[in-house]
């Protein structure tokens, strides 16, 4: 929109404007635009993936607490590979 407004008002001027020097630089900047956006949802997405990863080593860490299941089970429960579970419960004795 504001390119528009701009074109037209150096066309009224009469000023001489290399308009596809005007497009490009509007094409950069949709660019970096499209860029900053994609780069900031994959870095949401990580956030999320690592806010998860926390939430089940607390839960297992809970789990281990209680002292009820076994490390199978507490890996099938939460979805955390066995040796994880192990090394969170030799964590867990330190």
Known sequence: MFTRWLKRHWQRLGAEVN???LNSLVEDKDMLAENLE???QQERQVG???GEKLGIV???RN???LGVLSDEQVAEATGLALDEVAELRIE???
Do not use: D, H, P, S
Request: without cysteine; hydrophobic residues 40%; charged residues 30%.
């Open 19 to 21: 308009l596809n020097q």
């Open 38 to 40: 994609n780069w900031a």
């Open 48 to 50: 999320i993936q690592e």
């Open 58 to 60: 607390k839960t297992v």
């Open 63 to 65: 789990l281990l607490k």
């Open 92 to 94: 867990g004795k330190r």
